[in-house]
Every structure is written in C-alpha cells, then in structure tokens.
C-alpha cells in the first residue's frame, strides 16, 4: 500500500519547482528536495530504513479516507506481508507545487492527481496534499501529513429544449393529413398515394402487428382494399379526423410528428355515415423539398362502436 502511495508523489519533486508560486525560493528547498527524492526512491520499494529516516518519530499522518495514523503504524504495515501488485497500475503527477519555509519548519503543499488505466475508461483522482517538515538536530523530517480527496466534478446539466413549431407548420400537416386520407379512403386514388408516403414507410397496428413495411406495400394494401370495394366484397368508407385532438411537433431536421384521434364510418349512398370504430394515432412525417410524406404510423386503442 505504502509503495503505491509513495510513487504518487514521485513526480512532486522530480520538476524541480521547490518554492511557493510567487514567493522567494525557500532557503532549504535543495535539501528538502533531495531528501524527498532520497525518500521516494526507496519508499517504492517499501525500503524500511528510508521510511525511518524521512518520518518524524511523532509523525501525525490524516489519510484521506479520514484515518489518524503515525510512524508506528506505517512501519508495522510495512513489515507485514507485501500486498499483490494491481492489475491495472496507477500513473501520479503533482500540481500546483509550492513549499513555504518558516525558519526550522517548512511545508509542502501540491495537487496529486492519480490516473488508473488509460483512454477512455481510465479513472481519474485527484488530492490535495499537505506535509510539514521539522529540522531537528540538522535534519528534516516529516511530523504532519495531510492528505485530501477532491471530490469529483459532478457533470453539469446542459440541457436544450425542444424544437419551436414554425408558424403554418400545424396547417401543413393538417392539409398532408387530409390528402393522404382522402386519397386512401374516399377516392382510392393510387398516384396521389405514391407521393405521400416514403419508400421506407412503416405501420404498427395494435390489430395486425408490424404489417406494413415499405411504402410500397402500403400501395399494394391501398390498392388491394380499392379493389375489394370495387368488386363489392368490403363495405366503402371514410376516416375523419377529430380536429380539437390533433397535436404537431416538429423533429429537427427530419419532419414533424402528429398526434391525435380519429374516427371511421361505413359510408352507403343515400345514408347517413354510420360511425364503426374510434382510435389513437401517431404519425412520423417527413419534409422532403417542402413537400410532407408519411414515415411511421402507430394505429392504436381501437373502440368499436356501440
């Protein structure tokens, strides 16, 4: 544990950069330096005598996850059974580098920021360290050790709104809406069909399932029903929309989507339209060169009439 630790700070004073920013360069800070290098060389290698000589015997050392330690206890657990070797190993850096001398104390504060893996996935940490070093009797060692996770940045929440409705945008698909409609239920007229659905057209019926799916079938069936009522096998009739539940919403650089309910009637000459089923759409409609075609059909909840 002590070697992974001890290999964060590596890099701390491998730079050369020994002084606060802005600030005098410490008188010590060579010496400093190179005990810390001294310390860190063989404090990888969790070399017990390096450990000696760099802590202080009062050493009060706070770990990040909240835990009072001193040099008793770091040298306890260096002399218990090494630890397995990380799968995935952690590179460290330090930023933000400065050390302030204060006569026979000086302290040493940086960013140590600790990367696990690599692209990606690597995970990222980052902690504030703080040591204070005493000299005593000619020599430097550490007496306090402070060590803080930097709670990770949470993402923040940048989010957009929806497309506006253009001005005219419910007219043009009310009108697209009342063409296709009357083309496939009124006057069975194919070709105007073909120009307003896409060739990759799609139907879900809660019915019949997934049953249209090209716009070429859709012709088909369109043409197949025109013929049944022509040779008197289906009943005629008409769909009509409920004009107070059409809602339009625009889908950024495709179309606009339509919701609303709508209701069918068999149609006899001479009658009066005889109301037979009531049922929830959603239409996906696509805007090709300003001209609207139909893409997706969602037809649902039907209700027969009582």
């Known amino acids: 544990m002590w070697r992974h630790f001890?290999?964060?700070?590596?890099?701390?004073?491998?730079?050369?950069?020994?002084?606060?920013?802005?600030?005098?360069?410490?008188?010590?800070?060579?010496?400093?330096?190179?005990?810390?290098?001294?310390?860190?060389?063989?404090?990888?290698?969790?070399?017990?005598?390096?450990?000696?000589?760099?802590?202080?015997?009062?050493?009060?050392?706070?770990?990040?996850?909240g835990v009072r330690i001193g040099k008793a206890d770091i040298l306890a657990d260096l002399h218990a059974a090494p630890a397995a070797e990380p799968a995935v190993p952690t590179?460290?850096?330090?930023?933000?580098?400065?050390?302030q001398q204060y006569g026979d104390m000086a302290i040493v504060a940086f960013r140590l920021v600790g990367t696990t893996g690599s692209g990606a996935g690597a995970q990222v940490d980052h902690y504030l360290n703080t040591g204070t070093f005493l000299k005593r009797n000619g020599e430097w060692r550490a007496v306090a050790w402070q060590a803080t996770r930097v709670p990770a940045k949470e993402a923040e929440?940048?989010?957009?709104?929806?497309?506006?409705?253009?001005?005219?945008?419910?007219?043009?698909?009310?009108?697209?809406?009342?063409?296709?409609?009357?083309?496939?239920?009124?006057?069975?007229?194919?070709?105007?069909?073909?120009?307003?659905?896409t060739d990759d057209f799609e139907m879900f019926h809660d019915k019949d399932g997934r049953d249209l799916t090209s716009g070429a079938s859709f012709i088909k069936a369109a043409q197949d029903k025109c013929k049944r009522q022509a040779d008197g096998v289906d009943f005629l009739s008409t769909r009509k929309l409920v004009p107070e539940s059409m809602k339009v919403y625009p889908i950024n650089n495709y179309g606009a989507v339509e919701t609303g309910v709508h209701t069918f009637y068999a149609v006899k000459p001479g009658e009066p339209d005889r109301l037979t089923e009531t049922s929830q759409f959603v239409h996906v409609w696509k805007e090709e060169n300003g001209h609207w075609r139909l893409a997706r059909v969602l037809s649902f909840d039907h209700q027969l009439a009582q």
């Open 91 to 99: 590179a460290y850096a330090a930023e933000d580098i400065r050390i």
């Open 6 to 65: 001890l290999t964060a700070i590596v890099t701390l004073f491998m730079s050369g950069t020994a002084w606060a920013q802005g600030a005098s360069p410490a008188p010590d800070a060579e010496e400093l330096t190179r005990l810390l290098k001294y310390f860190l060389d063989g404090a990888s290698r969790d070399d017990v005598a390096v450990h000696e000589r760099f802590w202080a015997d009062d050493l009060i050392y706070t770990r990040s996850a």
């Open 157 to 197: 929440v940048n989010l957009t709104p929806g497309p506006k409705a253009r001005a005219g945008l419910h007219d043009e698909i009310l009108a697209a809406d009342a063409a296709l409609f009357r083309a496939f239920f009124d006057t069975c007229d194919i070709e105007a069909l073909r120009g307003l659905v």
